[in-house]
């Protein structure tokens, strides 16, 4: 099945980035989120991003206007699924919203439809197992920023048939993006890996070994990463990374993943980093 009509559920920083690739795509699209203002948020998110490569020479004002034009808002998720290809979840990386919302999704979309989560870590055979389709639910995870990042982690549950793994896969590749296929096991691979050393880090000013301005420099200069881990998990959100270590530590049973007591923290005091304006670093609007 050619993707046409692609449905983003959920327009935060990984929802609108998801949207911005699938209408630059060609595809229609079809925006979902709770709340309106996180709405106008996120197509404001795309816009900024769609300008600057305007004033970089990459696109000209008209194929900026048609890419907004590809891109519809909608507050009734049952409108904005109607007549949808796919659907791609992105909302909290929790358990129960989200299998709460694949259960209404199964009841609300066309058969055919597939429906995708860009879950970080949690299982999607669980989360297939919330609808009546669980052939055609699989995991498309993407990286943040969305439009730069090259790598899509296409993980299938237990169920999922070769053909939506095939079709998923291919449309991964239309995004101009990289798919790699991973088995479902608690983090896939991207966030096994990564989020251990982020939790590491935190770890290691919550027993001041260092600054975390220091941290961050041994690890930039040290390791040529683009962004410190403490940089980087303020920029994922410091809520996403402890759920994220939550589903490791709950999955594996293996105390070498329990979170950080600073990171709970952070996270009950609200500082869930960039998007909210403070976690490791303080950040102005
Ligand atoms: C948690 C999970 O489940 C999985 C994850 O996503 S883990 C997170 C994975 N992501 C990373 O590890 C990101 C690490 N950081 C980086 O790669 C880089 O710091 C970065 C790409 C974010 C920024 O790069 P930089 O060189 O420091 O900054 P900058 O020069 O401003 O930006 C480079 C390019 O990215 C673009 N960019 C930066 N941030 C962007 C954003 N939020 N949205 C869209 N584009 C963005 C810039 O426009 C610029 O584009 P051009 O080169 O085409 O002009
Ligand atoms: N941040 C990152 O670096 C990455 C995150 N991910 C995953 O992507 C998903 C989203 O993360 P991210 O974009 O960072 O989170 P954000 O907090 O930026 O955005 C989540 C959005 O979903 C909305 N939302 C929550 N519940 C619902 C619902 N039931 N129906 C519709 N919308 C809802 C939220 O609205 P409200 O605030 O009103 O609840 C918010 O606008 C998570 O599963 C995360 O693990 C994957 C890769 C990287």
């Given at each position: 099945m050619k993707i046409q009509h692609v449905t983003v559920i959920g327009a935060g920083q990984m929802g609108s980035g998801i949207a911005q690739v699938a209408?630059?795509?060609?595809?229609?699209v079809n925006l979902y989120d709770?709340?309106?203002?996180?709405?106008?948020?996120?197509v404001g998110r795309i816009e900024k991003?769609?300008?600057?490569?305007?004033?970089?020479?990459?696109?000209?004002?008209?194929?900026?206007?048609?890419?907004?034009?590809?891109?519809?808002?909608f507050a009734s998720l049952e409108k904005a699924v109607e007549e949808t290809d796919i659907v791609i979840e992105a909302v909290?990386?929790?358990?129960?919203?989200?299998?709460?919302?694949?259960?209404?999704?199964?009841?609300?979309?066309?058969?055919?439809?597939?429906?995708?989560?860009?879950?970080?870590?949690?299982?999607?055979?669980?989360?297939?197992?919330?609808?009546?389709?669980p052939?055609?639910?699989?995991?498309?995870?993407?990286?943040?920023?969305?439009?730069?990042?090259?790598?899509?982690?296409?993980?299938?549950?237990?169920?999922?048939?070769?053909?939506?793994?095939?079709?998923?896969?291919?449309?991964?590749?239309?995004?101009?993006k990289t798919p790699v296929e991973v088995k479902d096991f608690p983090g896939f691979i991207s966030n096994r890996v990564l989020m251990p050393m982020i939790n590491e880090?935190?770890?290691?000013?919550?027993?001041?070994?260092?600054?975390?301005?220091?941290?961050?420099q041994v690890m930039k200069l040290g390791m040529n990463h683009p962004m410190g881990p403490l940089t980087l998990a303020d920029f994922i959100g410091l809520d996403t990374c402890l759920y994220i270590m939550e589903t490791l530590h709950e999955g594996?049973?293996?105390?070498?993943?329990?979170?950080?007591?600073?990171?709970?923290?952070?996270?009950?005091?609200g500082w869930t980093g960039r998007k909210a304006g403070r976690g490791f670093y303080i950040y102005e609007s």
């Open positions: 209408a630059e795509a060609g595809c229609q709770l709340q309106e203002g996180f709405l106008e948020k996120g991003n769609l300008a600057r490569q305007v004033e970089k020479g990459r696109l000209d004002e008209k194929e900026k206007l048609s890419i907004l034009d590809r891109i519809h808002k909290v990386e929790n358990m129960g919203v989200k299998t709460e919302l694949f259960r209404q999704l199964d009841e609300a979309c066309p058969s055919r439809t597939i429906l995708a989560s860009n879950t970080s870590s949690l299982p999607i055979t669980e989360i297939a197992a919330s609808t009546n389709r052939e055609k639910v699989i995991g498309m995870h993407f990286m943040n920023p969305v439009p730069v990042m090259k790598l899509v982690e296409v993980i299938r549950g237990l169920a999922t048939s070769d053909e939506v793994y095939h079709t998923v896969e291919s449309l991964a590749k239309e995004l101009g880090a935190i770890y290691a000013v919550y027993e001041g070994v260092a600054e975390p301005e220091a941290i961050d594996f049973g293996d105390s070498k993943y329990r979170p950080c007591p600073l990171l709970r923290k952070y996270v009950k005091a």
